[in-house]
């Protein structure tokens, strides 16, 4: 345990034996106000794109950290419905019409910071 949670620097500290997370930290169990939070939901994932077309979305490991916070457009080619694909199983999205409230539930609910996919904001 001590050693993986010194990957989490920003989570996590350490005093003896003991592990706790630090002070202001919070994990993530539900969304926050202007986020929609779709877990083994793809039809849903996928309705909402629709809905929004203008919208963008985090994709994030299944337990969300500060390592893989990863944004896209509503629409991002990446993302494509599939009989066998799961998009919300191992990997969950964080959905939001507003581009802050998404910087803000990234910084304030898992404490990093977004990258944004390459192909939808050209970088």
């Excluded at 630090?22 to 969304?31: A, D, L």
């Excluded at 990234?106 to 990258?115: F, K, L, M, P, R």
Aim: aromatic share 12%.
């Amino acid at each position: 345990m001590h050693a993986r949670t010194n990957n989490y620097g920003s989570l996590f500290e350490k005093q003896g034996a003991s592990i706790r997370l630090k002070k202001g930290v919070t994990v993530m169990t539900k969304p926050t106000a202007k986020c929609e939070f779709f877990k083994d939901d793809d039809d849903g994932f996928f309705a909402w794109q629709v809905a929004n077309p203008r919208g963008e979305f985090i994709n994030t490991h299944r337990k969300p950290n500060p390592n893989y916070l990863v944004l896209l457009k509503s629409g991002c080619p990446h993302f494509k419905r599939g009989k066998n694909l799961k998009w919300t199983k191992d990997y969950v999205k964080v959905c939001s019409v507003e581009h802050a409230a998404l910087v803000r539930w990234a910084t304030e609910t898992v404490g990093g910071q977004i990258t944004p996919c390459s192909m939808c904001f050209g970088r």
